[in-house]
């Protein structure tokens, strides 16, 4: 999520030792769950990786609720469509945002993700999407680790495809600011066999509130090899 539901706090030594010596627990037993996740498939599957590659760029404007700070992020999304085993799809996103404030400035970030997929069929046309990411926000004097987690709805209508969904994110290293709640919409459509166009609006609440913190615009092109 971009940089501008970011909310500074001072925090002692002590404190942000401990708050790292957290996240790297949390991290450890994240990347262990993941590896466990990738590898699972049916005993008599061959060892070898059965998948097709595609390159997503992701475009994301966010404004804040109040419409003073707003915060443009362009995000790289390599990633594996799986065409046997458990997992539909594996993903890294590389982020980098910067926000604005009247005409200046404000902040600049970095985030790296690993995002597994996993789809499950409702009907010919329609199914269940479960997403999940793990990740790391890189900025200037702060870091801070989180995970999201996002169900969704998608039916096909030949070359188009809506989605409706929840995202639930949260700091997983007790950093606060970070956590909230998204609600996001939009449709995709197909420009060839092997080419994509999404577009997305999103909805930004704090979760702790239920304070309305942003709404978001995204578009991603995604192109398969």
Known sequence: MPALRH????????????ATRRSAACLAAAAGLISLAASAAPADNPPALDGQ???????????????RQHTNALTLVPGVKWRSGWLTMTE????TEQEREAGRVTERASKLGLRLRKDFALTERARLVLRGLLGHAFIAGEGYS???????????????EMMM????????????????????????????????IEFRFVRNWEASTGRHASDAYIVEFVQKF
């Open 7 to 18: 909310q500074k706090g001072a925090s002692t030594g002590r404190t942000r030792s401990t």
């Open 53 to 67: 590659f595609q390159l997503g760029v992701e475009y994301e404007y966010e404004k804040a609720a109040d419409g």
């Open 92 to 95: 890294l996103l590389i982020e």
């Open 146 to 160: 989180y995970a999201y987690l996002e169900p969704s709805l998608r039916y096909e209508f030949d070359a188009l």
């Open 165 to 196: 969904g929840f995202r639930a994110v949260r700091s997983i290293d007790g950093n606060p600011g970070h956590d909230f709640n998204k609600f996001r919409i939009g449709p995709s459509f197909d420009l060839g066999p092997a080419s994509e």
